[in-house]
């Protein structure tokens, strides 16, 4: 029985997300469609890469993911449908298909929807590709090999000599903070250091705790999280909110706007000693 993912941009509050279900079961009556979300910030791509990564490496092989974000963003004229890690993502051509894999992978073709005019008509010409594919049909055979495909590199943290500083991927439904720091990426620059975790120019948190129980109410926590990403948060209250923290701003940084009065509040450093 095939499977499919669908993560929009598009929250739930009118028709086009039930219509998009419909066209799929429509085409391909046994298909079983799970959600992952429909509220993707459409100027986050790292948030949705997170999310969509995350959820992903849990499922079977074979899963289509059809991830619908800034869906007209592209200017190419065309989707992109790839396979990564045995399965299969279709999203718009606008980079998020980089972020996701950290390469545009090689077995990746476009599908053209440069005469669709509405997102329900980009998302018919979608589903009619992946009933062909379902029914037996090569990728290649689909869509077009060998055309550029737009790419965006994954935000990473900044390293130094005694630091490392993230950035704030997006702050979650309890308003914790999430920060594009693994642990892997932690455990390797802090060499069995002692560290200072800093935010909003001030704040400190010396210790990873495990889970919750390790801090008492009212206490900062700073643990890694299910998906191995640095968070932190107040144990029984809202951290984002308290002190302001958002989440990190790249196209605001790369044009200069309010840099210097925002970055405390969407970045974190890490000392070591």
């Not at 994954?154 to 390293?159: A, D, F, Q, T, V």
Request: with cysteine; hydrophobic share 40%; proline share 3%.
């Amino acid at each position: 029985m095939p499977l499919l993912t669908l993560t929009t941009d598009i929250g739930q509050q009118d028709y086009i997300v039930g219509a998009i279900k419909g066209q799929l079961l429509s085409a391909i009556p046994n298909l079983t469609i799970a959600d992952i979300t429909h509220y993707l910030p459409q100027d986050n791509f790292e948030h949705a890469a997170y999310i969509c990564g995350n959820a992903f490496k849990y499922y079977p092989n074979d899963t289509f993911h059809l991830v619908l974000i800034n869906a007209f963003d592209s200017k190419t004229g065309h989707f992109v449908l790839s396979k990564v890690n045995n399965q299969c993502i279709i999203c718009p051509d606008n980079g998020i298909l980089s972020i996701i894999a950290g390469t545009v992978p090689e077995q990746t073709v476009t599908i053209p929807i440069i005469n669709a005019r509405t997102l329900i008509e980009i998302t018919q010409i979608l589903t009619n590709a992946i009933a062909e594919l379902i029914n037996g049909k090569a990728m290649k055979s689909i869509g077009t090999q060998g055309l550029a495909i737009v790419e965006k590199a994954r935000l990473r943290p900044m390293i130094g000599n005694d630091w490392i500083e993230g950035q704030i991927l997006f702050i979650d439904n309890f308003e914790n903070a999430i920060i594009n720091i693994t642990e892997a990426e932690f455990e390797e620059e802090r060499k069995g250091r002692n560290f200072k975790i800093i935010f909003k120019r001030n704040e400190v948190v010396n210790t990873i705790s495990t889970n919750y129980s390790k801090a008492n109410e009212g206490e900062y926590l700073a643990w890694f999280n299910s998906a191995g990403y640095l968070e932190l948060s107040i144990n029984k209250g809202n951290i984002a909110s308290l002190f302001g923290l958002e989440n990190f701003n790249e196209k605001m940084h790369k044009h200069g706007r309010s840099v210097q009065n925002k970055w405390v509040y969407q970045t974190v450093r890490i000392f070591f000693e």
